[in-house]
């Protein structure tokens, strides 16, 4: 299996939207590593995970096309993962299809408001559940609670192709004892973990700081979810974490912790 990491950023991306904070003047400088575009991923290029407000252009960046694509998975409703006007251009009058290539796997809420919104719209929609795992094309893609969303049933995913196991986890905070009950189950070749507050905690509860990932792998270590042979990257970074990509490297490396950037291809 492989994942690209299309965006890495928080939900006003790196630099920020309107901001001129340190992270942010760091990154127009210096662009790179530094620049982060909202939250995706893809994995063999086919499950497409999360439709954010950057995905044109992420795709475009590297080179991609939608239209390979079977299956859109969504994470959770917020803006940075959901971008449903993005849907429109999957189906005719900006093409000639009559379907969208893909299926949509989504929680309530969002099935919710695509069928608010594209009453009448041909769009295959399969409702997901954290901790019911479902079959696409090969894969068996298991949504498991984040602790992100108290409205919502916000997932992250453990997708598996009977060959590899993935865990990915955007918008995590610390989980809480069912998602720690199904991972022990789970052993991760590749782990993908937010870090979005890094070096800047906030009394938000619905992201991970810096000591609040430590403490995250050091459980999933001891449960054995996380091994020797885990490649383990991080994602989410917000502008406010106060962490630049070189000073998250200083920090993370030594733990055995990539630093996701946009556009790198993990393979595992
Ligand atoms: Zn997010």
């Known amino acids: 299996m492989n994942i690209r990491l299309q965006g890495t950023g928080g939900a ?8 001129d904070s340190r992270v942010s003047v760091h990154a127009r400088q210096h662009r790179g590593k530094n620049i982060r ?9 086919c499950l497409k995970i999360d439709l954010g407000p950057d995905t044109w252009h992420q795709m475009v960046r590297d080179g991609l096309d939608a239209r390979d694509w079977t299956a859109l998975i969504f994470t959770h409703s917020d803006a940075d ?13 900006f093409n000639d299809y009559e379907f969208a290539g893909f299926m949509l796997y989504a929680n309530m809420t969002i099935c919710r408001r695509i069928l608010e919104k594209y009453p009448e719209w041909p769009f295959e929609m399969f409702t ?4 019911q795992s479902f079959e696409h094309g090969g894969y068996e893609v298991t949504p498991i609670r984040a602790h992100h969303k108290e409205d919502e049933d916000a997932h992250n995913l453990v997708i598996q192709d009977g060959k590899s196991t993935l865990l990915y986890g955007t918008d995590t905070g610390v989980w809480d004892p069912p998602t720690w009950e199904y991972l022990e189950g789970i052993k991760a070749d590749c782990l993908i973990l937010e870090c979005s507050e890094a ?11 810096i000591q609040e990932f430590d403490m995250v792998l050091e459980r999933l270590r001891k449960h054995g979810t996380v091994h020797s ?10 502008h406010q974490g106060e962490g630049t990509h070189d000073e998250l490297c200083a920090h993370l490396e030594p733990r055995g912790v990539n630093v996701g950037y946009d556009g790198v291809v993990i393979e595992f």
């Open 81 to 93: 993962h959901f971008a449903p006007d993005e849907l429109m251009y999957a189906l005719y009058p």
């Open 37 to 45: 575009t909202r939250s995706a991923a893809l994995v063999d290029e």
């Open 199 to 209: 070096f800047a905690s906030t009394n938000y509860d619905g992201h991970l700081d």
């Open 128 to 131: 997901t559940k954290s901790f």
């Open 12 to 19: 006003d991306g790196i630099p920020a939207f309107y901001s």
């Open 229 to 238: 042979g885990t490649q383990i990257w991080t994602t989410h970074h917000s």
